[in-house]
């Protein structure tokens, strides 16, 4: 599956002129397979928020599904640079954040929207952390609208209650910040 990976994405690259030096595949972690690309030009390859590299990522995972004829596409993670590798980070550093406040309100918080891959990076992030195993998260909403909700796993407010915005700190007029510029 590596070298399909490596091969196809090289071929992709290369016939849509986009400049890369390196493709390296790390499939260690038996649940997704991580791809980095080097580039002296990563920005033309993440595209506006990412979206050159999500189609990019979608195309491979379309081609090594149809390539290995597997039933189910592999869970492959494209970077450029590290630059989704900062991205995971920035989300996990910010569910962190919200998890000091969830504790200290005994409250609910909602995230913002986000993709299903970040969703996910944030749910595995919590349910993983050794920290954290009083909290509990969930997927709420629809389509683009579809955000986590981070919450006491028991003691915490009643399912009817309101949630806590994201932008909310509980101050009034103080706002969080760290969700400009992130991809999600």
Known sequence: MQDII???????????QLEFSEIT???SDSSMIRVNIVS??????????????????????SIARTKEKTERAPFIVLDVDGYRK?????????AEQKVDFVR???????LPPMSP????????????????????TESVG?????????KLKEGGMDDGEELQPVISTGDEG?????FDNLDI
Do not use: M
């Open 104 to 110: 200290r309100k005994k409250t609910r918080v909602a």
């Open 25 to 27: 595949v790390d499939a």
């Open 117 to 136: 891959y970040f969703r996910r990076v944030v749910h595995l992030f919590i349910s993983s952390h050794k920290d954290y195993q009083d909290i509990t």
């Open 6 to 16: 490596k091969d196809t994405l090289g071929t992709l690259l290369k016939e849509l």
């Open 86 to 94: 900062d991205q995971e980070e920035k989300v996990c550093r910010i």
């Open 174 to 178: 103080s706002l969080v910040t760290g």
């Open 142 to 150: 629809e389509g683009e609208y579809r955000q986590i909700v981070l």
């Open 40 to 61: 002296a030009n990563p920005s033309r390859l993440i595209g506006w928020h990412g979206e050159t590299l999500n189609a990019l990522q979608h195309l491979i995972k």
